[in-house]
């Protein structure tokens, strides 16, 4: 059974950073695009950033170019979300998730291309 496992979400100043974590098992890890989604409340979800299998290519939406890096570790099955510079409008559930197919060269930056979620993880930003 697939499971993503997400930490690192919490309670934030504005301005300070936050760094997620999702974890996953080595055979489905290896060869997926992973993404970073968020929906806000009263919000639908949306893309955030996205890697592909190899690092060498991310994806982010415009607003968080600039402020949040993806990466991933594939010798640990970990993908990253380091947050910075962070602002009210980054206050949402963040889900990590994982593309259906293997080995794209880019990231897929259609949700329906990522068949597999995690539980989410709650960012909270105050002012």
């Known amino acids: 059974q697939v499971q993503l496992v997400e930490s690192g979400g919490g309670l934030v100043q504005a301005g300070g950073s936050l760094r997620l974590s999702c974890a996953s098992s080595?055979?489905?890890?290896?060869?997926?695009?992973m993404g970073w989604f968020r929906q806000a409340p009263g919000k639908e979800r949306g893309l955030v950033a996205a890697i592909s299998w190899s690092g060498l290519s991310t994806y982010y939406a415009d607003a968080v170019k600039g402020r949040f890096t993806i990466s991933r570790d594939n010798a640990k099955n970990t993908m990253y979300l380091q947050m910075s510079g962070l602002n009210r409008e980054d206050t949402a559930v963040y889900y990590c998730?994982?593309?259906?197919?293997?080995?794209?060269?880019?990231?897929?930056?259609?949700?329906?291309?990522?068949?597999?979620w995690g539980q989410g993880t709650q960012v909270t930003v105050s002012s």
């Open positions: 998730a994982a593309d259906s197919g293997l080995y794209r060269d880019s990231p897929s930056g259609l949700q329906t291309d990522y068949d597999y």
């Open positions: 080595g055979p489905f890890f290896r060869g997926r695009t």
